[in-house]
């Protein structure tokens, strides 16, 4: 089962940080998620503003879980791209991220960034090939600072490289590094037709899914549109998951706390609702 429940921090960035860890603590989450534009200057990261960090969230009991949203800024970040300089930029910073990571004592990153994986038409192949490269660069980084690399599948509506968790853990298993994994996005899943239990199910037992995103696919958050997250959740108790799990809607409405907020409640709710099942199935008989 969900070992973690977190937030990703971006939904309530309007908050400061040490306001922000109290909320997610108040509405009942157990730690953040932090996109690093919403608290940096990206490509900095001076040590003094990530002690504050650290001491915000620990002051509050919230863990930070990890980094997502990666190459968000600065601008011109590429992991597909033939430019040797571009290429060498974004292996240097996604070296610093990795370090950021372990710095604020986060377990994982989460490579979604679609806009900086893109594949050049007539040119997909030595993208593809460019990717790889740079994700085994960047799990050996993991694996040297005690964190995990998780490359995240995303729908072909927002990405034309890595649309399923198959596609994810082909690379990790040509690369074979103990610091790359792959995670699932529920959205992402969703929209690119695939049944995320059974995508859970499948995956998790084999060992490649890490790390999952609450979602719904209309971009709101979980129990605000179609997707029935009870079978999901079911999928990861029943395939032994003990992993970090972190709500990311993407429309907020009336604004992010009351989606963060509402998304929290109704996940609590499914959880208990389970576990007072599971308690009333194994109480002896009266």
């Given amino acids: 089962m969900v070992r973690t429940l977190c937030l990703c921090n971006e939904v309530i960035r309007e908050l400061d940080f040490p306001r922000q860890c109290a909320f997610a603590r108040a509405v009942g989450y157990d730690g953040l998620e932090i996109a690093p534009f919403t608290l940096f200057d990206p490509p900095d990261f001076p040590p003094a503003r990530v002690a504050e960090i ?18 968000a800024a600065p601008e011109g970040l590429s992991i597909t791209s033939g430019d040797p300089a571009v290429a060498a930029r974004t292996l240097d910073f996604g070296r610093r991220l990795v370090g950021l990571c372990a710095d604020l004592g ?96 499948r995956f998790v037992e084999a060992g490649a899914v890490r790390h999952v995103h609450f979602n719904d696919p209309s971009g709101r958050g979980p129990g605000e549109g179609d997707l029935a997250f009870a079978p999901i959740l079911d999928a990861l108790e029943d395939s032994l998951y003990s992993g970090t799990a972190a709500v990311e809607p ?31 199935a194994v109480a002896p008989a009266a």
């Fill in 106 to 201: 986060g377990a994982c990153l989460v490579h979604g960034s679609p806009a900086q994986r893109r594949l050049k038409p007539g040119r997909e192949e030595e993208g593809r090939a460019r990717a790889a490269a740079y994700f085994a660069a960047m799990g050996e980084a993991a694996a040297g600072a005690g964190v995990l690399y998780l490359i995240e599948p995303l729908a072909p509506s927002d990405s034309d490289f890595i649309n399923s968790v198959g596609e994810a853990a082909a690379i990790i298993d040509a690369v074979g590094s103990p610091g790359l994994a792959t995670m699932l996005d529920c959205a992402a899943a969703a929209r690119a037709g695939f049944d995320v239990a059974a995508e859970l199910s």
């Fill in 54 to 71: 650290r001491t915000a969230a620990a002051a509050e009991g919230i863990a930070i879980s990890g980094l997502h949203w990666l190459l």
């Fill in 250 to 280: 993407f429309v907020y409405e009336p604004d992010g706390m009351a989606a963060a907020a509402r998304a929290a409640g109704y996940l609590r709710g499914l959880m208990e609702r389970r576990s007072a099942g599971a308690r009333r």
